[in-house]
């Protein structure tokens, strides 16, 4: 029954994860409201994608809380330093959701269906972390050294948003590199760099880690 929980509940996560990346970046009206629902229920499934214990998942359960506050009262109270602190925390507890979520993955014997879609959600949630990351970068650039040039640069004027960067963030994290966008400041282009070679490495890595556990398993042979 837990693994039916489990499953189901990364299934949410995944949902949650496409639905940002295919159908955000094509709203055009309420697309703040659509992202912040957006965040909640990714922190939410992502808080029950993983089989933690019962205390560990409490302390877990108040960070999230956290963040979900944080998330809409940025929502109706627009302040960059705000957004600063929300993005921050979004951060912060979606990459301890992953590295736990890669932790997982080799941690364990067999490739289930759970660890499949555990697999799928650490790799598209990398991309929107790299899209939050940029988007905290313009942010200390505005609020720290007053500059309001952007983190990115696009071929056109047009003034990059949450679903630009994160964009930028899975062409560059899937090395595609059309470069019809590109990093401006000296961080953005740290932080890219970051991104495209955790992309990598995040594949190689777990492409070999579960072709080892599949031929390691005896009914598998």
Not at 18 to 23: Q, R
Not at 63 to 80: A, C, E, H
Not at 87 to 116: E, G, P
Request: hydrophobic residues 55%; charged residues 10%; proline residues 2%.
């Amino acid at each position: 029954m837990i693994q039916k929980q489990l499953t189901r509940n990364n299934i949410i996560l995944l949902s949650s994860l496409l639905f940002t990346i295919f159908f955000y970046p094509a709203l055009s009206k309420q697309r703040l409201l659509v992202r912040d629902i957006i965040f909640t229920a990714i922190i939410l499934s992502g808080a029950y994608s993983l089989d933690f214990a019962k205390k560990t998942r409490r302390i877990l359960i108040v960070p999230g809380i956290i963040t979900i506050f944080l998330t809409w009262l940025s929502y109706f109270f627009v302040n960059d330093a705000l957004g600063f602190v929300t993005f921050l925390s979004f951060f912060c507890f979606n990459m301890f959701i992953t590295v736990i979520m890669i932790r997982h993955i080799a941690r364990s014997k067999q490739v289930t269906l759970t660890i499949i879609f555990n697999s799928i959600n650490g790799y598209l949630l990398i991309g929107i972390l790299g899209a939050v990351l940029l988007a905290m970068t313009q942010l200390v650039q505005k609020l720290l050294f007053n500059v309001d040039t952007g983190a990115i640069n696009f071929a056109g004027d047009a003034v990059a948003g949450f679903h630009d960067y994160l964009y930028f963030s899975f062409v560059t994290l899937t090395t595609l590199g059309y470069g019809d966008i590109t990093p401006v400041s000296a961080f953005a282009k740290s932080l890219t760099i970051v991104i495209a070679i955790s992309g990598q490495l995040y594949l190689t890595i777990l492409i070999a880690m579960l072709v080892g556990k599949y031929l390691s398993n005896p009914e598998k042979r």
